[in-house]
């Protein structure tokens, strides 16, 4: 019965489609996440407040945890409070009504706090920086790794609209468009290129942060952990050799 479930559980893994291969094949750009870089991760985390949160909540995540992981001062900490009236204990939660965004987008637009972590950091910075102009949309626009999401570009006015690079396969009513690649914009935003991925990179790894906290105490306590490793196998393996030293065979 063992050998049957397993077997099962392999076939079910196997036959299930992968929701990112499904979505796009679009090839994932390199986010480049460093979260020992605090300073970015506070650059994103002001991008998320500024962009983001007016749309998207981030109901596991709290102000005040924010600022002890990425040692802010109370000043730095407030830039990132919507309003006066918030508090650092309070979580990060968007204003806009379900039954407003519903009608507005079509669907309640999803929290964020653990996007990162389901669909990945390159998913996640390919998705922000792969926007294309797309005028049979209902916002105009479209995305490489995401097609016919229901978000409008957010960062249209920084980046411009980058312009479809389409490949046709097949003949007459089998003809198919498929994308594969995206042009510089036709009319460019308000940052460079290099200065726009690199704060959608920002934005990114405070993305990755956020959907687990905890990973910064992990890259800080790694080290000693394994410094402690090392020093009790060499403690043991000396133990060894004393204690079968005087064992005769």
Known sequence: MIRITFLMFLIGLLATPNAKAASSDYPLADAEVDLSDKAALYRGAQTFMGNCASC???????????????????????????????????VIETNMPADYAKETFGIVPPDLTLTARVNGADWLYTYLVSFYEDPETLWGV???????????????????????????TGEGEDARKKLVDLEPPARPGTMTEEAFEQKMKDLTAYMVYMSEP???????????????LFIFTLVMYLLKREYWRDIKH
């Open 214 to 228: 905890a990973a910064l105490k992990r890259h800080q306590y790694g080290p000693y952990v394994l410094a402690f």
């Open 142 to 168: 479209n995305n490489a790794v995401f097609p016919l999401v229901s978000m409008p570009h957010v960062f249209a006015a920084q980046q411009g609209l980058k312009q479809p690079v389409y490949e046709t």
């Open 56 to 90: 998207h909540s981030a109901n596991m995540m709290r102000f005040s945890r924010i600022g002890e992981d990425l040692g802010l001062t109370d000043d730095q900490l407030a830039v990132l409070l919507p309003t006066q009236s918030h508090k650092p204990g309070d």
